[in-house]
Each structure stands twice: as C-alpha cells, then as structure tokens.
Nanobody
Framework: QVQLVESGGGLVQAGGSLRLSCAGS????????MAWFRQAPGKEREIAAA????????YYSTSVNGRFTISRDNFKMMVYLQMNNLKPEDAAVYYC?????????????WGQGTQVTVSS
C-alpha cells in the first residue's frame, strides 16, 4: 500500500511558476513509477509527466514538454512537479499516482489532488 498527499497548488498568473509536491508513505514507495496526472473541468484525466522508480527515465506529454519537470527523492519519499511558463490551459486538478507500468500504463495508487488555477 502507498499513500500519497499532494500540495503546492494555487492561483498563478499566466507565465508564472508553481512547484507541486507529493508526499508518499509505504515501504514500497521507492519501487513504484510515479506520475502526475491532471483533469480539467469537462475533460478526461490525462497524464502530464511520469518518472521511473530510479528517476533515470522521465516522460512528458506533448503539452507540457519543455515547461514542466518531474523529479523524485526516494529517501524523502517525495515526488515533485516544477511547472514553468504556465498557461491558462494548464489549469486543472493535479493528481500524484504510483504504479508499476511506467510511463503510461496502469497506476494503482492516487492522491486526493491539488488545484492549479492559471489566470490570463
């Protein structure tokens, strides 16, 4: 079992930055691939970024590539998403997820989400 708690969301102007954090617990945390998903109102949930269990492989969706950076610290059991040059279309609830199937397979454990709002 893995428990995940996101933080760091908020309101930011277009062009600004935010750093999301995901605190994990559970003895297998460091063994899981981790990902950040997002879901905007009226839209399907989509993956934004993923990172392998060792942190040596990273995946980004086309829409965030070059602006977002995913990282993890297995000693601290933390995963981060640095979001730069935010756009209004990045506004969504962002979820942290853990799973075995890096990068876009099944993710079994989810946090409660953190809201990101981008004003134009």
């Amino acid at each position: 079992q893995v428990q995940l708690v996101e933080s760091g969301g908020g309101l930011v102007q277009a062009g600004g930055s935010l750093r999301l954090s995901c605190a994990g617990s559970g003895r297998l945390f460091s063994s899981y691939a981790m990902a950040w998903f997002r879901q905007a109102p009226g839209k399907e949930r989509e993956i934004a970024a993923a990172i392998s269990w060792r942190g040596d492989l990273k995946y980004y969706s086309t829409s965030v590539n070059g602006r977002f950076t995913i990282s993890r610290d297995n000693f601290k059991m933390m995963v981060y998403l640095q979001m730069n040059n935010l756009k209004p279309e990045d506004a969504a609830v962002y979820y942290c997820a853990a799973g075995w199937e890096y990068p876009t397979g099944r993710y079994d454990y989810w946090g409660q989400g953190t809201q990101v709002t981008v004003s134009s």
